[in-house]
C-alpha cells in the first residue's frame, strides 16, 4: 500500500459536522452546549459546520471550547452586487474558521459547478478560511464504473491554481452522493478505496510529501453505529456528518470513534 496507516497519524483527525438547513439561532446555541461537554477531551479536531444566521451565535457559544466553526458556503468576490451572498471577509471578522465548499446538495440544487466550486475554494484560502472541498460520484456514475474519472476530475478542477502551500489548509470530503442522507454508506472499503485514489490524485499533483499530509474526511450517513470502521482506514482521515451531527449524543459517539483507545 502506497499511503499507509502510519502517516495518518501525522495528519490532522476532523470531524465536522453540516447541520445544513437546520436549528435557529437559538436551537443552535442549545445544541452546541450539549455537545460541548461530550467532545471536550477530543482526540481530533471538532467542527460544526452550521447555517450562516447562527454563526455569530455558534462562534460565541463556542468560546473556550475546542469546538470550531464553519459555513456551509461562501462567495468568492469580496463584496458587490450578489444579492443573498456571503463574502470570506464577512466570515473571517466573526471568527469562522472552516467553510465547507461544493457540497453535493449545493451542486444538485444550486447549480453549483467545478468552476464555482474553485473560485469559493480560492477565495476560502485568500482570506485565511479553511475550505472542505466536497468531491463525490453520482450512483449511477459509480455504476458505469466511472468513480475515480469523476472523482480525479474535480479533484483536478476543484483545486486548479491552489499552491501547494495553500494546499496545507485545504481539508477534502470524499462523499459518494448516493450516500448522503439516504441511510446508505459506503463500506469502509469503498471509501478507503476512493480516498485513497483521492491521495493519488493529490500525488499527481502536489507531490508525495504534500499528498501525505492532507486531511481526507469520508461523509455519507456516518453515524456512531458505522464511524469506527471508516474511520480505521488508513486514509479515512475523519467525516463530514449531516444527520448524525443534530443529535448531540451520535456526533459525540462519532467524535469518541477517532480515539486511539478507542
Ligand atoms: C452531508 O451532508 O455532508 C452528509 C454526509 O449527510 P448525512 O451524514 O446525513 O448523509
Known sequence: MLFDSLAKGLR??????????????????????QIAPLVKDAECEVVACVPYVDLATAVEATKGTNIKIGAENCHWEEKGAYTGEISTGMLKEIG????????????QYFGETDETVNKRTKAA???GLKPIVCVGELLWERECNITKEVIGRQ???????????ELKNVVIAYEPVWAIGTGKTATAEQAEEVCEYIRLCLKAL???EAAQGVTIQYGGSMNDQNAKELLSKPNVDGGLIGGASLVAEKFAAIVAATASEY
Open 96 to 107: 469562522v474558521e472552516y467553510v465547507v465548499i461544493g457540497h453535493s446538495e449545493r451542486r
Open 12 to 33: 490532522k483527525t476532523i470531524i465536522a459536522g453540516n447541520w445544513k438547513m437546520n436549528k435557529t439561532p437559538s436551537e443552535a446555541k442549545e445544541l452546541l452546549e
Open 155 to 165: 479533484i483536478k478542477l476543484d483545486l486548479w491554481d491552489v499552491s501547494a502551500e
Open 125 to 127: 484560502l485568500a482570506a
Open 206 to 208: 502536489y507531490g508525495f
